[in-house]
T-cell receptor, first 114, second 113 residues
Framework: DQQVKQNSPSLSVQEGRISILNCDYTNSMFDYFLWYKKYPAEGPTFLISISSIKDKNEDGRFTVFLNKSAKHLSLHIVPSQPGDSAVYFCAASTQIQGAQKLVFGQGTRLTINP | GAVVSQHPSWVICKSGTSVKIECRSLDFQATTMFWYRQFPKQSLMLMATSNEGSKATYEQGVEKDKFLINHASLTLSTLTVTSAHPEDSSFYIC?????????FGPGTRLTVT
């Protein structure tokens, strides 16, 4: 049962344009959402997060939007740069027995074309 | 920022042998560390939660006798894959909690021949 889904395995965007990565979740108990960037053979690096009490969080070129009623979040990157090419994972967090647990989506491979 | 290291970064072992992977938080103390595995082109799957000074909590379907986890100090957790088989070949990633964030190690590529 995939609680966090990224339905687009890949996305190709022209340099300078906006990249929009989408993520859907099913568990309403998730209270915190995160986006990670991952290069091959490396661990994920944290990009940006959002609490379930907010609907938008912005950090430089990265903005995350949360639509709780739709159980949907998205990551906007603008303007897109070649260095943004990587696999992006969304993750949802919940507290279970006092411990935070992350559930990851399948990832979306973003390619920025020059 | 918070840095997490893993050692080794890659390892090849023969079927039936055991392999130990170390995860260290370099500039902070972590009472909780996590172990994930990732198959090619798939998501990171949580294997277990490692708590300093207590037994690890394993996710459903993960064999605790096969994947031994020891969190002996606030900066070190180890994962030992016992009697490894080719199907254990995967990318193993650890993370450590600092404040409300998880910081990930660079991962360990395990290949069992």
């Amino acid at each position: 049962d995939q609680q966090v889904k990224q339905n687009s395995p890949s996305l190709s965007v022209q340099e300078g344009r906006i990249s929009i990565l989408n993520c859907d979740y099913t568990n309403s108990m998730f209270d915190y959402f995160l986006w990670y960037k991952k290069y091959p053979a490396e661990g994920p690096t944290f990009l940006i997060s959002i609490s379930s009490i907010k609907d938008k969080n912005e950090d430089g070129r990265f903005t995350v939007f949360l639509n709780k009623s739709a159980k949907h979040l998205s990551l906007h990157i603008v303007p897109s740069q070649p260095g943004d090419s990587a696999v992006y994972f969304c993750a949802a967090s919940t507290q279970i027995q006092g411990a935070q647990k992350l559930v990851f989506g399948q990832g979306t491979r973003l390619t920025i074309n020059p | 920022g918070a840095v997490v290291s893993q050692h080794p970064s890659w390892v090849i072992c023969k079927s039936g042998t055991s392999v130990k992977i170390e995860c260290r938080s370099l500039d902070f103390q972590a009472t909780t560390m996590f172990w994930y595995r990732q198959f090619p082109k798939q998501s990171l799957m949580l294997m277990a939660t490692s708590n300093e000074g207590s037994k690890a909590t394993y996710e459903q379907g993960v064999e605790k006798d096969k994947f031994l986890i020891n969190h002996a100090s606030l900066t070190l957790s180890t994962l030992t894959v016992t009697s490894a088989h080719p199907e254990d070949s995967s990318f193993y990633i650890c993370s450590a909690m600092s404040s409300y964030e998880q910081y990930f190690g660079p991962g360990t590529r395990l290949t069992v021949t």
